[in-house]
């Protein structure tokens, strides 16, 4: 009885979420409303901004920057990463992450990090792994799942999926992070990058992150 009551429980809740996916004016694609994912242990939905007047008021909605440092970078950092966008990174989220084998990675300043950020995304800053020993070099693989052998050598073989991304178009962190990943040979086909960065993920009304409030006096 309690097996049924159960199974019922969950049914109702499973058609629940539906009914609240239906009710979406702006959804993430015409067949989904939200992604669902976990952020400093607590639980985020992931979906677009519902009001349609909504515009951007912070500093992403600047158009220029000085260059250098803020140029243009390149669509294509490396021949061996493979970029992908919005929807890909959606799909990482709400599939790849619960399986803790995959990781989003915000390559930006800490401080910045702390202001905003994609859901679930953890922070390594490019200036804690750009031209860092490779003691410092070892302890963040270690985080990204690589494995030391008995003889010093480096496994890679279980290393996590990881989604790199910095402000967007303009912003070079991601090109100062990636070398090193690929100079200590951490497998190219885990690694992905997302271009449009938290700009791009900003103009399309997604759900981000505070980690810590400005206080305004």
């Known amino acids: 009885m309690k097996k049924l009551m159960m199974v019922s429980l969950i049914s109702t809740l499973l058609l629940v979420e539906n009914l609240q996916c ?17 952020d400093s242990g607590q ?23 000085a ?14 990463i493979q970029n992908i966008e919005e929807l890909e990174v959606l799909n990482f989220i709400g599939k790849e992450i619960p399986s803790h084998k995959a990781l989003i990675i915000d390559t ?19 200036s804690s ?5 490779k ?9 990204l799942g690589m494995q030391v052998k008995n003889d010093g050598r480096w ?13 967007g178009v303009w912003c070079s962190q991601v090109n100062h992070f990636l070398p090193t990943l690929l100079k200590y ?10 271009r449009s960065g938290l700009q791009g993920w900003k103009l399309l009304g997604l759900t981000t992150v505070v980690h810590k409030e400005i206080v305004k006096k």
Do not use: G
């Open 22 to 38: 239906d009710d979406y004016l702006i959804k993430l694609t015409s067949k989904l409303s939200y992604v669902m994912t976990q």
């Open 108 to 126: 930006r300043l800490h401080s910045w990090f702390e202001l905003e950020t994609i859901p679930s995304a953890i922070n390594i800053p490019f």
């Open 135 to 143: 003691k410092t070099i070892e302890k963040i693989f270690k985080i």
């Open 155 to 167: 496994d890679f073989l279980n290393v996590k999926k990881l989604i790199i991304f910095d402000n």
């Open 129 to 133: 792994i750009e031209n860092a020993p």
């Open 43 to 65: 639980k985020i939905k992931v979906s677009r901004i519902q009001d349609v007047k909504n515009r951007l008021t912070d500093d992403f909605t600047k158009t220029s920057r």
């Open 185 to 194: 040979n951490y497998p190219a086909n885990k690694i992905f990058y997302y």
């Open 67 to 80: 260059c250098p440092p803020f140029c243009i970078q390149p669509t294509k950092i490396d021949e061996k």
